[in-house]
């Protein structure tokens, strides 16, 4: 896996889309492409979402002057992004800040997986309001798990938190719900993958997990999603959205550094056990408190999210 994070598959398809036109911008190859990228990430809508709008949009364009047209398109998706994760920032902020108002003492805040900038072109999804309250100088402390298999909590958002001086403790990824009774977060804020017009969130595997202990110890649990990662066209998340099942390798061995500094992988299983490694899970919007988009917090209902269009 060379990309990731729901965004930025979207932009980078853009500018896959501009790579093709340069060898062959026809309608077939073009069509072609896409369905080849597409099949690249089934679960991050923002992956066809970016795809689909370069197809419809050249459609009336003469192949010569497609290349430049796809290129223009593509830093269009790229600009987007990072305006609407800023304006996330702003919005959600605004709770981070209402809750600091109140307890007058640092707030606690859960994440799962990495939603920074390292999963978008800048800001992030769900670190956004935390880089931006950072700057307005709340203090702010973050529980960041493991996420396995993959570890992208402690690999890539811890290290974007201590890069932004930003207090942070690492977790194993079943101690969220043990904070959580104890008193210990004040709210949760993830991403999303693919976000149903209901209000179902896709995200990464452990996700509901995470929602169902905040619901049962009344903790917000906010999702950031910018309208790029919301899928209009569905509206039951767990019937819908293709669940991406990646290689059980994932699950039975590990990637770290050894005494000397270097990568090495090691096998944690029993020889010959078998393993499944499902990549996303999906949470039903009743434990959603908010959806942070770049239009504002909004309700994870179908009203809502419509509205959104408007």
Not at 4 to 25: C, D, E, H, Q
Not at 62 to 76: G, H, M, P, Q, Y
Not at 107 to 117: D, E, K
Request: aromatic share 8%.
């Amino acid at each position: 896996m060379q990309v990731r994070g729901a965004p930025l598959i979207g932009v980078t398809a853009a500018f896959g889309m501009y790579l093709a036109s340069i060898k062959n911008s026809s309608n077939e190859f073009m069509e072609k492409s896409g369905k080849f990228l597409k099949n690249a990430r089934p679960t991050a809508v923002n992956l066809s979402w970016a795809i689909n709008k370069i197809l419809h949009e050249i459609k009336n364009i003469d192949e010569e002057k497609r290349n430049n047209f796809i290129l223009n398109i593509a830093k269009t998706i790229r600009q987007n992004d990072i305006e609407a994760c800023k304006k996330i920032g702003e919005y959600g902020s605004s709770i981070i800040e209402e809750i600091y108002n109140k307890k007058k003492s640092t707030v606690n805040i859960l994440t799962h997986c990495n939603a920074g900038w390292l999963a978008t072109v800048d800001w992030g999804t769900a670190l956004s309001p935390i880089f931006y309250s950072n700057k307005k100088n709340i203090p702010i402390h973050v529980w960041v798990d493991e996420t396995r298999p993959r570890n992208q909590g402690f690999n890539l958002t811890a290290w974007e938190l201590m890069n932004e001086n930003i207090e942070c403790s690492l977790i194993v990824d079943n101690v969220g719900g043990h904070l959580m009774q104890k008193g210990m977060v004040d709210l949760c804020i993830t991403g999303t993958d693919r976000t149903t017009s209901s209000g179902d969130v896709c995200n990464k595997i452990g996700t509901y997990l995470k929602a169902l202990a905040a619901y049962d110890n009344n903790i917000p649990f906010y999702v950031a999603a910018p309208i790029s990662s919301i899928d209009f066209d569905i509206t039951d998340g767990l019937k819908q959205i293709p669940i991406e099942e990646r290689d059980s390798s994932e699950v039975t061995s590990i990637t770290g550094l050894n005494s000397h500094k270097k990568l090495e992988t090691v096998s944690i299983i029993p020889e010959n056990a078998q393993a499944v490694n499902y990549a996303f899970d999906v949470t039903p919007a009743k434990f959603i408190s908010k959806i942070i988009t770049e239009k504002g917090n909004i309700n994870p209902n179908k009203e809502s999210i419509s509205g959104l269009l408007k």
